[in-house]
Every structure is written in C-alpha cells, then in structure tokens.
C-alpha cells in the first residue's frame, strides 16, 4: 500500500516554493510586474497575500515595482519582488537606494537567457556578476542560489532573514529550471522555521543610520521623524553632500557589516573538500550535475570534491580557498561566460589550475556526462 | 487658535538650501501654513515623499516630520507603498516638473488612474534648476536654456490637464504669484481621499529667469501675474491666445472609489474566499 503523503510533503514549483516561502517568513507587501520566468511568483502572491492581509500589486514597471516595495518596507513591511533579467537591470537604481537607505528587501531574480531579450524563456545563468555590480558606487551585495524546490522554499526564508538582519537588500537568484521545475518539497511547521525581524529602537535611540554596524530601524508613522535619504546622511539620516569623512564613514560601514560577516552569510554544501585530486564549484541548476558526475568518477578512480554554493554574494571565499589548497584542478560548470569562473580564480591564487565547463543557448544544461567528461579530462592531463 | 504661525515650529533647525526669491520657499510656505490653519500643531499625521531636485528638498530633512527622499522620479512608487501599508498616514509628495512629469512621468499617470491616495504638489519652474538650467518637458516654447541655446523647439506638457484626464480627485494649479489660492488648494486637497494634484507655477531666477530676459524673481512673478488667466474665463479663449499663459484655477473636484478603498475592499473578500 502506497504511503500517504504527509500533509505538509508537496509536489511544488520552485516559483511556488517561493512564493509560500515569502508568506511564511512574514513577507506582507508585493510589487511586480510580470515577466518570464518570474510570474507564477506575482500570481501566486497576488491570490495568497489578501488572505493573509497582505497586498500584491502590479505596478507599471520595475522601477515602480521596487519603489513600492522600499516604501512599503519603510512603513513596517517585509516586502519583496520577482523578476528576471531584463526587469532586474531595471531595479539596479533602486537596490543602491534601498542598499545606501539601508531598507530591508527581497529581489528575486528568476535568470533566463540574456544578454537584452536574448531567449526570453530559457534558462541562463548569467545574472550572477549583476547581482554583485549592477547599481554604481560602492555595493556588497548579498545573493543566494537555490538548486531545488526544496531550496526555493529555504532561501527565499533565508533571504528576508539576512535582509532584515543586515538591514540590506538581498537577491534571491534562481533560474529558469529550479523556478520551473516541479518536484518535492516539505514545509517545515511553522515553530521550526526561523524568522528574524528587524531591530526596532528602544527609547531615545534616535541613530538609525549608523553608530553600530546595523542600526535600528523604525518604520514611518511611529513618530520619529525620520529623515530616509539616498544622499550621504549622517547617523540621523541628515544629509552632507559634501563633507568626506560623513561618505566615507557611512559607505565603509554599509559595505564593512557585510563583508565583516561574509562566513556567517556563507553557506555551501561540500564534499571531500579536504581529500580531493579535482575540485568542483557549482551554483544554481548546473550544480545539479555534480552529484551523479562525482559518483561516475569516483567509481573511475578519481578522488571528487566539490563546493556547491548556495550563497553567491559574498563569495564564499573560505570554503572555496580550503577547496583550492587540496584540489589540483577546480572545474567550475555554469551557463554562462566565464563568470563565476574568474572568481574560483582569484580565491584559488594559483593553488590549483581553475577549469571553466560554460555553455550558453537554448536553455541546454550541463549534464553529467559532459561534467564528468570534463573530470576525468582534467584527471588524466 | 491662540499661537501664531511660524515656519520654525515645523522645521528642523537648519539652514533652507534655496537661492533667494525661490519659488520653492513660497510653496513651502504656503504647505506649512495651510497644515496650521487646518489644525495641525506638527506634522505627526503626514509622511513626506520627494525625488530629486530642489523642490525635492522642501520636506527632506527640513520638514520635523517622516520624510522618504527617494530617487530621482521614484517618489510616487515610494509614497504608493507607503500609503498601501499605512492607509492612516497623509502622505504628501513634493516634487519639481523634471522629477515628476519628466523622468517620474509614467508613475504620476498610473498614480492618477489609480486614484492612490496620495497628493502631489509639484513646483512647476520651467527648467532642470539644481542641475544648472537645462530645458525640461515644461519649458514653454522658445525659452532659452543650457541645452536649448537657440530656443526650446519643444512644446511644454499641460500637468495639470493631464492629471484631470488620467483620473484625479482633485487637479489645482497656482503660480507663486497667488499664495492665497494655493494655500486655500492645499487645504482642501489635503482633507480629501484619492490622487490630488497642485501644480505650482514658479520662478527660479537663476536657471531658469535669467536666461529667459528677467531681471529679477520679482519680475517673474510680475510676469504669472499678468499672464496667469482663471480657468473659467480660458475655457471661452481658443488655443492661440493662450498661448503663453498661465491657466490657473481648479481643475477637476471629483469622488471616485480610491486605491485605498478598492484595495482593502479586496484583501476583505479575498479573506472570505475558502479555497485560493
């Protein structure tokens, strides 16, 4: 007899997974605007946010979209919006605001096929280096990469808890297979899941934009008047267009608060990472392929170990160095050009030989085949 | 009442950022008094959004009160998604023309179709001032600006008219040559529900009039006096004679259900649906 599926055990989307995610890390304010691969995210919220006395609101664009959701955080929401590729570069202008402004929020990025409109519904990965550089100036970013549904559901959690503990926005950035694809996934209950908020002030605390790495953040209407700018401010959110040591004191911190915390941020799932002869580092669907190449060229005599990055932003330099000193090749598959690629290169400093595996179009993925093709290459040469 | 206005009570102890004889002054002015008739000892019941600009600084930081200074153009996202989660607070946008219907134009549209709660006083001086004079979608025909060296070759956008087309509640506007009315707008714009729009016409001297053949603010305001004509009488005028002038008055006075209203009479119904 088939067992019955618990009731808290679905066959989910990972857009779906996201979607519950964002409900039940406390996300009560949506702004979107639709676009592939992203929109089951929008539609779903828009049917699940009312329920639970939320808003989902489609705006005209992506810049009205993340500009609801910055005001919407200031006024006491966890708030987030889904896009892809195109509307993600849109938002660039914003997520500098909310980072400078210091305004928790969520972006997710469902990456498809660019450059431009490029394969509007395919998969790509090739949004990672604009989740770390896209708005100007001086920018840490925080970005998370989920490989499953499963995952979907915990990152998307993760993400409103970084953004609300570090008081910063965070990308989720999915892809068009893990936001496509549907498969198992349980929901944790509810006591079990954690959920941060962000530190109100306590009374006569009134710096809510320095004097300790992440300040307190009260929300409009609570009667502090709060001065919320983009300009250089002071601790009391006073602007200095001017004044150097005011920039620089601001902008090292909101850089430093992250930066200072990039292992606690980091998470990777690993393995063999100390006793290997090849390297793997992998993200998003492509890291999918690791496990079965690893099996494939282990069972050939090839010792297998691998860094699959979960956090893209910052980079997990730790484990990836750990990974460089033992390995002698480090193949990095991803579909894109290069990109993840050149930074394995620069934590590996010449510890090991950095092996790029891209392909791009069409949405094809890297299979397993052609990674532990590549892995038994790398081995022999 | 018993206390007098003063500016001061509203404001936070610092230096005004304004050229002398900016309009901008005049609007804050007008803002701030306009609050105090109407009984507000501070600001406490209102949020102020602004994008970039000089008008942008009439609320943020001065203003003793929350102030959102957004991106350039991206004060009426802010303010949407504020007002959707704090329907009791006033939320109130200052804006110039660049910001507003220039780069921010598409979000003042969608504002007015919407009927957001929010009303939106923009300072209407003709011209880019804070980045040094350049022509802006209001610089009237002709003009003389930074990028415009042999005369605009654009015609200027109708705000006002615009707003009324697109669905507001209340659409007003006023040079700074008529303080009176336009703090008589602002109160009563302020007291209503859904998108309100007061457009105030204004000099600035030093971008915009100097270049454009006026001595001083002075004469600016000499000028919207002569040429501001009430809307009753512009509506007998045809579009030639017009041109060049100033229409001023209300525009639209209007109830329509707002987005407040027809969003939370959602979330209501939604709450009662069983299965999504």
């Not at chain 1, 992203?38 to 009312?50: D, F, N, R």
């Not at chain 1, 980079?315 to 290069?338: D, G, Q, S, W």
């Not at chain 2, 970039?52 to 003793?64: D, E, N, T, V, Y």
């Not at chain 2, 022509?135 to 009237?140: D, L, Q």
């Amino acid at each position: 007899m088939r067992k019955k599926p618990d009731k808290d055990t679905f066959f989910w989307q990972g857009n779906e997974a996201c979607a519950e995610a964002a409900l039940a890390a406390g996300c009560r304010f949506f702004a979107g605007y639709p676009i592939t691969p992203s929109s089951e995210i929008a539609e779903l919220l828009s049917k699940m946010l009312p329920k639970a006395g939320g808003i989902a609101i489609q705006m005209e664009d992506e810049l009205a979209s993340i500009g609801a959701v910055v005001g919407a955080s200031w006024a006491g929401a966890k708030a987030m919006t889904a896009t892809s590729g195109p509307g993600f570069s849109l938002m660039q202008e914003t997520i500098g605001y909310a980072f400078m402004t210091e305004t928790p929020c969520v972006i997710v990025d469902v990456q498809r096929l660019g450059p431009s409109t490029g394969q509007a519904t395919k998969c790509g990965q090739g949004d990672v280096m604009q989740a770390r550089w896209g708005t100007h100036g001086d920018y840490t970013a925080i970005a998370l990469s989920p490989n499953s549904v499963q995952e979907m559901f915990e990152l998307t959690i993760k993400a409103f808890n970084l953004a609300e503990k570090y008081r910063t926005p965070v990308t989720l950035l999915a892809d068009e297979t893990i936001a496509h694809m549907r498969e198992r996934a349980t929901m944790p209950p509810k006591e079990n899941i954690e959920i941060v908020n962000r530190r109100k002030p306590k009374p006569n605390e009134k710096a809510f934009f320095g004097l300790e790495e992440v300040p307190p953040m009260p929300s409009v209407g609570e009667g502090y008047n709060l001065a919320v700018t983009g300009s250089t401010h002071n601790e009391y959110g006073i602007r200095f267009t001017a004044d150097p040591e005011v920039h620089r004191k601001l902008v090292e911190r909101l850089n430093s608060k992250i930066q200072n915390h990039a292992d606690e941020i980091a998470e990777v799932e690993t393995h063999n990472i100390d006793e290997c002869k090849i390297g793997i580092v992998a993200f998003g669907c492509t890291s999918r392929a690791i496990y079965e190449a690893a099996e494939s060229a282990e069972e050939k005599g090839v010792a297998i170990g691998y860094a699959r990055l979960k956090t893209l932003w910052p980079f997990p330099e730790k484990t990836v160095r750990a990974l460089a000193e033992t390995a002698e090749k480090i193949i990095v598959p991803e579909m894109n050009l290069k990109q993840v690629f050149y930074e394995v290169q620069r934590v590996a400093d010449g510890s090991a030989e950095v092996i790029p595996l891209n392909k791009i179009g069409g949405g094809e993925l890297i299979t397993p085949e052609e990674l532990t093709q590549k892995i038994l290459e790398s081995a022999r040469n | 009442m018993t206390e007098t206005f003063s500016m001061k009570n509203y404001l936070r102890d610092l230096p005004l950022p304004f050229c002398a004889g900016c309009g901008a002054m005049t609007v804050m002015s007008e803002f701030l008094r306009a609050a105090y008739e109407l009984g507000h000892k501070d600001l406490s019941k209102f949020v102020f959004c602004s994008g970039i600009g000089c008008s942008a600084w009439i609320p943020s930081p001065h203003f003793m009160a929350d102030s959102v200074h957004t991106l350039h153009g991206r004060s009426i996202p802010a303010a949407t998604g504020i007002k959707l989660m704090r329907p009791d607070l006033n939320t109130v946008i200052f804006g110039g023309d660049g910001d507003i219907v220039g780069i921010g134009l598409s979000h003042f549209i969608h504002a007015a179709r919407r009927n957001t709660d929010i009303l939106v006083i923009m300072v209407n001086n003709m011209i880019y001032g804070m980045t040094g004079g350049q022509v802006a979608p209001t610089t009237p025909l002709g003009s003389k600006t930074t990028t415009t060296p042999y005369g605009s070759f654009e015609h200027p956008l109708d705000a006002a008219r615009l707003a009324a087309a697109a669905g507001a509640c209340y659409v007003a506007r006023w040079t700074t040559a008529q303080p009176k009315e336009l703090k008589e707008s602002i109160k009563k714009a302020i007291n209503m529900k859904g998108f309100r729009f007061i457009e105030a016409t204004s000099q600035c001297q030093t971008a915009y009039g100097r270049r454009a053949g006026f001595k001083n603010a002075g004469e600016m305001l000499k000028w919207f006096k002569e040429n501001a004509i009430p809307i009753e009488q512009a509506e007998k005028m045809d579009e030639e004679s017009l041109t060049g002038k100033i229409v001023v008055g209300e525009f639209v006075q209007r109830q329509r259900p707002t987005l407040v209203e027809t969003v939370y009479k959602m979330i209501e119904e939604a709450k009662t649906v069983e299965k999504g």
